[in-house]
């Protein structure tokens, strides 16, 4: 018994120590060891006869941007700060131009394994001279050949005088789970000035310590907490207990009738509470850690952090756009919190809606639908105010807007001479290359004239973007196209800015660089199977529905007749793009990807037409032409043409259900293969 005693005091008496501030090793900290030269530059004898590098310390540059007279120099000179005749580091940094030349701060490995819970600080003197401005002090960690910051103190020394020594530090306490755990801890010294100046650097040193309290949550700091936050911390393994304190806007917590938190002790500790929080103030707390030191448990006081909670503004949800029928009325909804009033206005400006708000949940707008088809009501968003958030405050809360369509055909370009929409849409303007109008040129197209595009900067623009947004609801782009060209891609319609993310916004039909059709939306590039370059003229007509039976459903149709179809997850990389305008021609604003050959007969509809309407567009202006099936059916086991039936080789549908049909099935009547035979009795 006596023998445990001792060594649970002596672990005790171990550990009381450990967890004092030990240094760790810093290979010739004061820059007095020897240094040896390159052929770099220093500030003795200029360029050309090499500078000092720091024995056991790096720092990078390209060698052969060196020697120059305007590089930077890092070179051992003079006293440090107790003038007792030691070096000291000159860091010099000179107006090169050149990146290349300019020296990285002398940074070292250190060799020390980070370890979670410890408080890492690294200190060093700093003079300033001719002229410096700022200097830096960086924690890093080493993980292979890579050096990583994990934080960096930017010392601003503008207000101090030139000859003037001073300590500066940084410090971090390394946090569980962190990418930098079990790496190997690293330093760097820096002179951050932009123009001509020294720095002189000495004694760097390096501490490590126990961090009884850290890393809290939210961090210290933070601004914009939620109100109803929690507050939690990590602690030291081992520790008996906690004292919290928290206080709004005072970090004292002297009055104690007004903490919210005053000393509540928790054995074990705690590491997180629940307090109930006010908007719009900023909170101060602290956690005190009882280490066990038996018999005398000593505590540890923690630092103070803060935070500020949100302001009791409130909030509001987006709507989303909708396409309905004619005649009809359509809702519009959004969900807000900590609202006592609301307006819905249309187009950003027009009030049509207001009411007082009692409760957190939905507001709706009943929008009633035109008796025209293809129609753009118009865009509707919604704000929300409260005491704290009144109507031009800059805190009220506003939606987004949402765009409201008539279901139908919202535009129909049919190039008789001009540019004209014959649906008429109201919002449409029509310009030649982006505003720079010039005169289009058209040819004989498949029915009457086409536009004639030339594979250059000059296209269409339909210059009205949210007319045209309603493409995450649903859409049907369709033209008649004639060309020859199979030179790269080209955009021949779209609704699209390309802001090299995914996903990508809006749509386009291409002409691929094989002459095969090629549609983009925002799950990427999907390719067709038909070569349309040909010089002769094409139906292309690509559907969108973003919820087909609990799919996204795309089809592409070429001549009429079903060419591919693409899925993915219902209402799945759908974004909206209020900002593309739609174009012929061309695929973005930067004219690239341009368009060469006939254009006629441009349709949109806002929603997915039938595979029926695609196949009458194509009979329509080809009359001649074979009929088309635009739909399998399922009963359809014979064809009367061939007499082929199902099962036969070479058997091919012919779109219809008739007597053939019948005959085929009536042939197999009874027919039973079930085993055993006795089964089909």
């Given amino acids: 018994m006596k023998t445990k005693c001792m060594i649970g005091l002596l672990f005790l008496l171990v550990f009381s120590l450990a967890v004092q501030a030990t240094p760790i090793p810093v290979a010739n900290p004061s820059f007095e060891l020897a240094v040896s030269t390159v052929n770099t530059w220093n500030w003795s004898d200029q360029a050309g006869t090499g500078a000092d590098v720091i024995e056991d310390w790096n720092y990078d540059y390209t060698a052969a941007a060196w020697p120059s007279a305007n590089d930077t120099g890092v070179f051992t000179t003079g006293a440090g700060p107790s003038s007792d005749g030691t070096p000291r580091v000159s860091f010099v940094r000179h107006s090169s131009t050149d ?14 394994p980070i370890v979670a819970g410890m408080r890492y600080t690294f200190t060093m003197d700093v003079q300033r001279r001719q002229s410096g401005t700022a200097c830096s002090l960086t924690l890093n960690y080493h993980d292979g050949g890579t050096r990583t910051e994990i934080v960096e103190n930017l010392i601003d020394m503008t207000g101090l005088d030139n000859d003037t020594w001073a300590t500066y530090s940084v410090s971090f306490t390394a946090l ?3 990418p930098y755990i079990g790496k190997s801890l690293g330093i760097e010294f820096n002179n951050e000035s932009t123009a001509d100046s020294w720095q002189h650097f000495d004694y760097a040193r390096v501490d490590s310590e126990i961090a009884y309290v850290y890393g809290p949550t939210p961090d210290d700091g933070e601004p914009a907490a939620p109100q109803d ?33 005053d000393g509540v002790t928790d054995t074990p500790p705690a590491t997180t509470k629940s307090p109930m929080l006010a908007y719009d103030t900023t909170y101060y707390w602290r956690v005190d850690i009882v280490e066990p030191n038996d018999p005398t ?63 957190d949940g939905d507001i709706t707008l009943d929008v009633a639908l ?28 506003a939606s987004s807007s949402a765009g409201v369509w008539t279901e139908g055909l919202v535009s129909h370009w049919d190039f008789e001479g001009d540019l004209q929409d014959a649906v008429t849409l109201a919002n449409g303007t029509y310009q030649i290359n982006d505003g720079n109008s010039l005169t289009p040129v058209f040819d004989t197209g498949i029915d009457g004239q086409a536009l004639s595009l030339m594979a250059d900067a000059n296209h269409v ?12 609801l649903g859409y049907t782009a369709s033209c008649w196209v004639k060309t020859a060209e199979t030179a790269g891609w080209a955009g021949i319609i779209s609704k699209h800015e390309d802001d090299g993310v995914d996903p990508r916004n809006g749509w386009v039909i291409y002409r691929s660089g094989t002459g095969t059709v090629a549609t983009l939306r925002e799950a990427g590039d999907q390719y067709g199977s038909v070569n349309i370059a040909d010089d002769a003229w094409h139906l292309l007509t690509v559907t969108f529905d973003p919820n087909d039976g609990g799919e996204s459903v795309m089809k592409q149709y070429i001549d009429g007749q079903l060419d591919i179809t693409w899925t993915w997850a219902a209402n799945s990389g759908v974004t909206e793009n209020d900002t593309a305008p739609v174009r012929f021609g061309i695929e973005r604003t930067t004219a690239d990807f341009a368009y ?40 359809d086991i014979a064809n009367a043409d061939t007499g082929l039936v199902l099962g036969d080789t070479g058997f091919e549908g012919d779109c219809k259900v008739n007597l053939a049909d019948f005959a085929a099935m009536a042939g197999k009547w009874l027919d039973c293969n079930l085993v055993p035979n006795t089964a089909c009795n």
Avoid at 99 to 112: C, E, F
Wanted: glycine share 8%.
């Fill in 461 to 472: 623009v339909i210059d009205n973007p949210a007319a045209y947004s309603f493409h995450p």
């Fill in 99 to 112: 990146a290349a030349s300019q020296v990285t701060g002398p940074w070292q490995d250190l060799g020390h």
């Fill in 596 to 635: 060469g050959g006939l254009l006629d007969d441009v349709r949109i509809w806002n929603y997915a037409v039938d595979p029926y309407t695609v196949a009458g567009m194509y009979t329509d202006f080809v009359p001649t032409a074979d009929p088309i099936c635009a739909e399998d059916i399922a009963m």
């Fill in 176 to 178: 569980p789970g962190e």
């Fill in 229 to 261: 936050t929690d507050i939690s911390w990590n602690i030291a393994p081992g520790m008996a207990s906690s004292i919290v304190y928290l206080r709004p806007n005072d970090a004292n917590f002297i009055d104690t009738a007004n903490n919210l938190l």
């Fill in 370 to 397: 035109p008796s025209t088809e293809g129609t753009y009501v118009g865009a509707y968003h919604c704000e929300v105010y409260n005491s704290a958030a009144t109507q031009g405050s800059g805190n009220e809360a």
């Fill in 297 to 359: 448990p000593v505590t540890h006081t923690g630092p103070v952090w803060s935070f500020t909670t949100i302001p009791e503004v409130p909030t509001v949800t987006d709507p989303t756009g909708v396409v309905g029928l004619k005649d009809t009325t359509v809702t519009l909804t959004v969900t807000h919190e900590r609202g006592t009033s609301y307006k819905w206005f249309k187009d950003g400006v027009t009030e049509v809606d207001s009411g007082t708000l009692t409760a």
